[in-house]
């Protein structure tokens, strides 16, 4: 597992290796070091991207079946001559269905 953190002295010590060692082993200390600071990068974005929450399937099919069905009911209530709370009324369950699942998930999720 790579390391997480570059420690202040690990720079240190390669300044001083390069001192020890000269300028013919600069661009192996230098190669060596970028390497170290990907590995701290790749390690910190892994461990970015598995805190990201997975994806809910369900909570997209009911937005789209939510979209998918209202506009049949807009038109039912249109045609019906329902009005304004008619409408009001088909886009409030809607959202209260929404809503609801939102919060319910939002209780219920594991920590």
Not at 36 to 47: G, H, M, P, Q, T
Not at 67 to 91: D, E, K, R, W
């Amino acid at each position: 597992m790579p390391p997480e953190k570059l420690e202040r002295n690990e720079l240190s010590a390669a300044l001083g290796a390069r001192r020890e060692l000269g300028p013919q082993y600069e661009l192996e200390l230098a190669e060596s070091l970028v390497d170290r600071v990907n590995s701290v990068i790749d390690a910190r974005l892994e461990a970015r991207k598995s805190r990201r929450p997975p994806l809910d399937w369900a909570q997209m099919t009911l937005g789209l079946g939510s979209m998918a069905l209202s506009v049949p009911l807009v038109a039912i209530v249109s045609s019906n001559g329902g009005g304004t709370i008619g409408l009001l009324m088909v886009f409030g369950v809607v959202a209260f269905v929404n809503v609801a699942y939102v919060l319910t998930r939002a209780l219920h999720r594991p920590e």
